[in-house]
């Protein structure tokens, strides 16, 4: 029963850099999110999906995008990253009013 | 944006103690969830509050629903080492899915 998963858990990359986090599950929920946790700041929603094919600005989207080729993957991209995007990353998916969260990807940008 | 309120910040307590936090928000939400994150994890749900006035239990944990809809709180009897962590609030104002977190609540536990 794998649920929820993300990759890579850690990684580092160097500004300016283009840097996919894989979002897969495994319950068919329809809803998917990406939130960001900093210290100071709580999680905050960058993105989120309804459905396949369908998505929407969090919070905090810029620098970021996202796809739903596939209910089951929420990529999501960092096309140049910047050092203010070193964070933990939290993908979540849900159905009704339940949601769940990944273990997290740690991303450090130098 | 809505935004809540979560409190107290942090808490540092003697095992054995009750504990007891809460949310405020200045909207209306549809659902409130409360989870735990521990060190190096992803959020975990804990109890999850669908109805106005709902009181919810799992285990040592007990939550409502506030009879406003603005508000809700977490308690946890007899605390034991591992209730170690931050817990959040999170409220859900429509349907969309979409969550909106409070800011934590970190609970230290002295054995």
């Known amino acids: 029963d794998a649920g929820i998963t993300q990759s890579p858990r850690y990684k580092i990359t160097e500004t300016g850099r283009q840097v996919t986090l894989m979002c897969h599950q495994t319950w068919s929920h329809s809803y998917m999110f990406w939130y960001r946790q900093d210290l100071g700041h709580g999680l905050r929603l960058i993105y989120y999906s309804a459905a396949a094919d369908i998505t929407d600005k969090g919070e905090v989207p810029d620098g970021y995008v996202v796809s739903r080729s596939k209910t089951e993957n929420f990529p999501l991209t960092l096309e140049s990253a910047t050092r203010s995007q070193t964070s933990v990353y939290f993908c979540?998916?849900?159905?009704?009013?339940?949601?769940?969260f990944g273990e997290g990807s740690w991303l450090t940008v130098v | 944006g809505q935004q809540l309120n979560q409190s107290p910040q942090s808490m540092f307590i003697q095992e054995g103690e009750d504990v007891s936090m809460n949310c405020t928000s200045s909207s209306i939400f549809n659902t409130w969830l409360w989870y735990k994150q521990d060190p190096g994890e992803g959020p975990v749900l804990l109890i999850a509050l669908y109805k106005a006035g709902e009181l919810t239990s799992n285990g040592r944990l007990t939550a409502q629903f506030g009879i406003t809809r603005k508000d809700s709180f977490l308690n946890i009897s007899a605390s034991i080492p591992s209730d170690v962590g931050i817990y959040f609030c999170?409220?859900?104002?429509?349907?969309?899915?979409?969550?909106?977190f409070g800011q934590g609540t970190t609970l230290q536990v002295k054995p």
């Open positions: 979540a998916s849900g159905q009704g009013n339940t949601i769940y």
């Open positions: 999170a409220g859900q104002p429509s349907n969309t899915g979409k969550l909106i």
